[in-house]
């Protein structure tokens, strides 16, 4: 029996667009989304565990664009839950 392997983003991924508004004043945030990832690496769920508009908004439209090598069980794709942490940064 293989090892379960968790799904791994693919190079590509863009992050979100940092919101404008929030921007100009200065405002920082981390939103943690729960997705859900298919056996063809897709999301196709995104639920908003933590985190405000406009990021959660921001946070959500760009993850749903990812994709991801599938989670594999026993060497099958399989669909996977998990959490991501999206920061968004003024400055690195």
């Known amino acids: 029996r ?18 404008e508004s929030a921007r100009h004043k200065g405002i920082e945030a981390v939103v943690v989304l729960k997705i859900k990832i ?3 690496g897709e999301v196709v769920r995104v ?6 508009e406009p990021f959660a908004g921001a946070a959500r439209a ?3 664009t990812w994709r991801y090598r599938p989670a594999l069980d ?12 999206i920061p968004f940064r003024l400055h690195s």
């Open 2 to 19: 293989t090892p379960f392997a968790p799904p791994k983003a693919l190079p590509g991924n863009l992050p979100p667009t940092y919101p």
């Open 38 to 40: 298919s056996d063809q």
């Open 47 to 52: 639920d908003v565990v933590r985190g405000d």
């Open 62 to 64: 760009a993850v749903t």
């Open 74 to 85: 026993d060497g099958r794709p399989t669909a996977h839950v998990m959490q991501v942490k």
